[in-house]
């Protein structure tokens, strides 16, 4: 059972980085809205093309003018998301029917389905609440815990013996629960920042605005529940609170660099780990130079949806370390 679950959780884990990656490609390039309604797109269950079939959308969704090249992107994602929510289903239906539970798979398999039923959840709440932040940052979230729970789940049912250098890493374990809490801060900061459109708030690095300490709305900022109804495509905030989320990601980001590149160098030092610890460090320098050609150039789409992917792939670094420095599996 273990082999056939480890090679479709490897599938559904690839799927979920690539709807990760497209999910980011349609937020940045403002298609987060391109169909008005869920589950279809215009009530098709593709999109609009045909001249009639666009005049009845517009005579429909007479607020949501049809603009095809973004209702494509949107559609695309929807049906790779709509692949990983059926091969999550599968491997449920694999570890429950198949053999003993070993090592809490299904308990683990149980949980990811449950977060994928929310997060397709999220995902119409995306379209019907027009873009509200909180939701908006919720089904990013969810993008990558999905993530998290498909690797998880790769290593629970791998039958390769542990690398060596697990026992190594025990000594590490609380510096690296500790990093990988203030990466899923960071992550949280990164998605509360491209929900409110505040990537471009502070268009110079490392000052923002011309000054290391611009005028900033921390009260409007992190205003968690905001009104139903409103169409929060493009932001509703004023440049001083997207600039006090601009700024309150950089410092994050500023700590992230501390926790982590401590973490790496200290990994890098010891022989046993030193594979580890290069490799952190060259996902985390990688990913902090997305971050700031992010700003000097202005978000182009390419670099902003890449600094989306490597979040990704440090996570799965840090999930990594946690798992092999975990006792029981020494």
Request: aromatic share 8%.
């Amino acid at each position: 059972m273990n082999s056939a679950l480890h090679r479709l959780a490897l599938l559904a884990a690839v799927v979920a980085f690539a709807v990760i990656i497209l999910g980011a490609w349609v937020r940045l390039s403002h298609a987060g809205l391109g169909c008005p309604d869920w589950p279809g797109c215009y009530g098709h269950v593709t999109w609009p093309e045909e001249p009639h079939e666009i005049h009845q959308a517009a005579q429909n969704f007479p607020d949501r003018p049809v603009e095809t090249h973004k209702a494509w992107k949107e559609m695309i994602h929807r049906y790779l998301a709509g692949t990983l929510v059926l091969l999550v289903l599968a491997l449920n239906a694999l570890a429950w029917t198949r053999g003993r539970d070993q090592s809490g798979v299904r308990a683990l398999a149980g949980v990811l389905l449950g977060v994928i039923v929310f997060q397709a959840a999220l995902g119409m709440w995306t379209v019907t609440l027009k873009l509200m932040p909180l939701v908006v940052m919720g089904h990013l979230l969810g993008g990558f815990t999905t993530f998290g729970l498909l690797l998880w789940l790769i290593w629970k049912t791998s039958t390769r013996p542990l690398r060596p250098a697990c026992r190594a890493l025990a000594p590490f374990r609380v510096l690296i629960l500790v990093a990988l809490g203030t990466l899923a801060l960071q992550i949280s900061l990164g998605g509360w920042t491209s929900a409110n459109y505040a990537a471009l708030a502070c268009p110079d690095f490392p000052t923002c605005q011309g000054s290391y300490w611009p005028k900033m709305n921390f009260g409007d900022a992190f205003v968690v529940w905001r009104e139903i109804g409103v169409d929060y495509e493009g932001g509703v905030l004023d440049m001083p609170a997207r600039a006090a989320i601009q700024v309150t990601h950089r410092i994050g980001a500023a700590i992230t660099l501390l926790v982590l590149g401590i973490l790496a160098l200290r990994l890098a030092v010891s022989p046993a780990t030193r594979g580890s610890g290069l490799l952190l460090v060259l996902i985390l320098a990688t990913q902090i130079t997305l971050g700031i050609l992010n700003v000097l150039l202005h978000l182009p789409l390419a670099i902003a949806v890449a600094h989306n992917g490597v979040a990704a792939l440090l996570l799965a670094m840090m999930l990594s370390l946690a798992y092999r420095s975990t006792p029981r599996h020494h």
